[in-house]
């Protein structure tokens, strides 16, 4: 096995709680949780990050000009208050209202907001607790020499890959426009989530 399916193997066990004689799975992804949750910060930048494999595929490479940061989301769909005016009883509730945008794309644009120097590359999910969702960011700085000089990554340094997060340009912010949906169920949200009389949502 290569080292990047042992790495992918074991925070797999330790998503899904499992324990064995070597390892107490469970309590490892339990003590990360809690020294995620003692970090005062939302946004806090790490030095590498904590699923490799899973930062390779997105584009992460550990060189000057990528950075990572791990950003703390609560969970949840939001604040609803009641509406105080008079509304039709099914108008009325506060419950099963959604976000119009993913908790991932909300971190993404926090982290770009935080670090207005550097573009987004991606993120993906490395926990929750009863109150939080975690995510790292990969960040890129389109100022930096090493990457003008990456054949993979310079690509980034053109004017129209400016603010990914914001326009909805990443991965998690193309699913909150209706970018990706396909089959029965979808026609509304193409071309976008604002198409078709807003019916997308």
């Given at each position: 096995?290569?080292?990047?399916?042992?790495?992918?193997?074991?925070?797999?066990?330790?998503?899904?709680?499992?324990?064995?004689?070597?390892?107490?799975?469970?309590?490892?992804?339990?003590?990360?949780?809690?020294?995620?949750?003692?970090?005062?910060?939302?946004?806090?930048?790490?030095?590498?990050?904590?699923?490799?494999?899973?930062?390779?595929?997105?584009?992460?490479?550990?060189?000057?000009?990528?950075?990572?940061?791990?950003?703390?989301?609560?969970?949840?769909?939001?604040?609803?208050?009641?509406?105080?005016?008079?509304?039709?009883?099914?108008?009325?509730?506060?419950?099963?209202?959604?976000?119009?945008?993913?908790?991932?794309?909300?971190?993404?644009?926090?982290?770009?907001?935080?670090?207005?120097?550097?573009?987004?590359?991606?993120?993906?999910?490395?926990?929750?607790?009863?109150?939080?969702?975690?995510?790292?960011?990969?960040?890129?700085?389109?100022?930096?020499?090493?990457?003008?000089?990456?054949?993979?990554?310079?690509?980034?340094?053109?004017?129209?890959?400016?603010?990914?997060a914001e326009?909805?340009?990443?991965?998690?912010g193309k699913?909150?426009?209706?970018?990706?949906?396909?089959?029965?169920?979808?026609?509304?949200?193409?071309?976008?989530?604002?198409?078709?009389?807003?019916?997308?949502?």
């Amino acid at each position: 096995m290569s080292f990047s399916t042992l790495v992918q193997e074991s925070l797999q066990n330790e998503y899904e709680g499992k324990k064995s004689k070597d390892y107490d799975y469970r309590g490892i992804y339990r003590e990360r949780l809690i020294g995620f949750r003692r970090t005062l910060d939302a946004i806090v930048r790490i030095e590498k990050p904590t699923n490799i494999p899973r930062a390779r595929s997105l584009g992460y490479k550990a060189k000057k000009g990528v950075v990572v940061a791990r950003v703390r989301i609560r969970k949840g769909s939001g604040l609803h208050r009641k509406p105080t005016r008079g509304r039709k009883p099914r108008r009325m509730g506060v419950m099963k209202l959604t976000r119009r945008t993913s908790v991932q794309a909300i971190a993404e644009r926090r982290v770009g907001k935080k670090y207005p120097n550097l573009e987004v590359l991606n993120s993906y999910w490395i926990g929750e607790d009863g109150q939080h969702k975690y995510f790292e960011v990969i960040l890129v700085d389109p100022a930096a020499p090493e990457i003008m000089a990456d054949k993979e990554m310079n690509w980034i340094v053109e004017s129209q890959h400016t603010r990914r997060a914001e326009r909805g340009l990443t991965s998690a912010g193309k699913k909150s426009r209706g970018r990706i949906s396909h089959g029965k169920g979808s026609e509304k949200t193409r071309p976008g989530i604002r198409a078709k009389g807003r019916k997308g949502k």
